[in-house]
């Protein structure tokens, strides 16, 4: 069965020409020229991906990111503006999979839309489990999955899945934000220290038995962070 893509934006030359470029590409499109309309589509149809873009009239793509996260695991790529550095990050932070700017190369939507239905299909049977273990969390580098001490699955964001296993694979050693960023961000050369900041502050969320007081990944004043946990591997 193709990927269903939603399209929200409301310029109509950006919706017509996506939607005629990634049906060409075998993607089964919808389009909504707002937030409400969009609701009206996930309401009846099965969507895999979201391309939302930030500025939209009455209610805007962050506000409807949260809604949506709180409720769904759908995939979101926001879309915005190069201008809108901090509305991104802030996007991230509210559980964007991933970014992209205007203006853009069809293709390279098209390389993120293939990447991140790659990282939100199903693990199905794949054989090479290697994993990591630490305090009682379970990630699945292969699988890009992560299960908490209770064994239920936690569903992660690209972004922080990368951080997260670049963490666990090296632990005790401190890592400066410059190479994380390299390590996480890729093809992204706006992305800033804020960014990290902004991933570690959700890793702690998701991990952390108080991410006021963090115990895992720590803190290393005027340099970055370490992962302070113990790591077992499996595979």
């Not at 992660?156 to 390590?183: I, K, Q, W």
């Not at 570690?200 to 946990?229: Q, S």
Request: charged share 30%.
């Amino acid at each position: 069965m193709p990927a269903t893509i939603a399209i929200t934006d409301d310029d109509a030359v950006t919706r017509e020409t996506l939607k005629s470029y990634l049906t060409d590409e075998g993607f089964d499109v919808l389009l909504a020229r707002s937030a409400e309309e969009l609701k009206d589509l996930l309401a009846t149809a099965a969507v895999d991906v979201v391309l939302l873009d930030i500025r939209l009239p009455r209610q805007d793509g962050l506000t409807l990111t949260r809604e949506l996260r709180a409720v769904s695991e759908i995939g979101i790529i926001l879309v915005s503006s190069r201008a809108e550095k901090l509305d991104r990050i802030i996007g991230l932070e509210m559980g964007a999979d991933d970014y992209i700017a205007k203006p853009f190369e069809p293709r390279e939507i098209l390389a993120r839309l293939r990447n991140l239905l790659r990282r939100l299909k199903a693990p199905g049977d794949q054989r090479d489990d290697r994993r990591r273990c630490f305090a009682g969390w379970t990630l699945w580098l292969d699988r890009m999955r992560l299960t908490d001490p209770q064994g239920r699955p936690v569903r992660l964001t690209g972004a922080e899945f990368e951080l997260l296993s670049t963490f666990v694979c090296n632990p005790g050693r401190v890592m400066n934000r410059d190479y994380l960023l390299t390590a996480t961000t890729r093809r992204k050369t706006d992305a800033t220290d804020r960014t990290i900041d902004s991933l570690v502050r959700r890793l702690r969320r998701l991990i952390e038995t108080d991410a006021a007081d963090p115990r895992l990944i720590v803190t290393v004043h005027g340099t970055g962070y370490l992962f302070a946990g113990d790591v077992t591997q499996d595979g």
